[in-house]
Nanobody, 127 residues
Framework: QVQLVESGGGLVLPGGSLRLSCAVS????????IGWFRQRPGKEREFVSY????????DYADSLKDRFAITKDMAQNTVYLDMNRLQPEDTAVYYC????????????????????WGQGTQVTVSP
């Protein structure tokens, strides 16, 4: 019923910035929690950020909160992830995910909370 489509990935130089988009259809952001996750080569999928109820709450992985920012556009039903001062270790497939569960704080960090996932978008940080 809900569909999520990521876009905006690509190749970026170290120190550069990139904006990822997650277009959500079938459900409104007003009743959704949207998470961003990433999967680095050979690693488990890990939490990046979430936004709850289109701005009710938001948070980030501790190692990323000074460089990443999550925002939304209600008119476009889209959530964005702004990534700054990118490093080679940020290279990963980035996924957005949906849940209508009323989670907040660290409960939203777990991938098992989310019921629907996008296909992912590749981000490569390299000189």
């Amino acid at each position: 019923q809900v569909q999520l489509v990521e876009s905006g990935g690509g190749l970026v130089l170290p120190g550069g910035s990139l904006r990822l988009s997650c277009a959500v259809s079938g459900r409104t952001l007003r009743t959704s929690t949207i998470g961003w996750f990433r999967q680095r080569p050979g690693k488990e999928r890990e939490f990046v950020s979430y936004i709850n109820r289109a701005g009710g709450a938001a948070d980030y992985a501790d190692s990323l909160k000074d460089r990443f920012a999550i925002t939304k556009d209600m008119a476009q039903n889209t959530v964005y992830l702004d990534m700054n001062r990118l490093q080679p270790e940020d290279t990963a497939v980035y996924y957005c995910a949906f849940t209508n569960r009323l989670c907040a704080g660290s409960e939203c960090f777990g991938a098992t909370v989310y019921t629907d996932w996008g296909q992912g978008t590749q981000v490569t940080v390299s000189p």
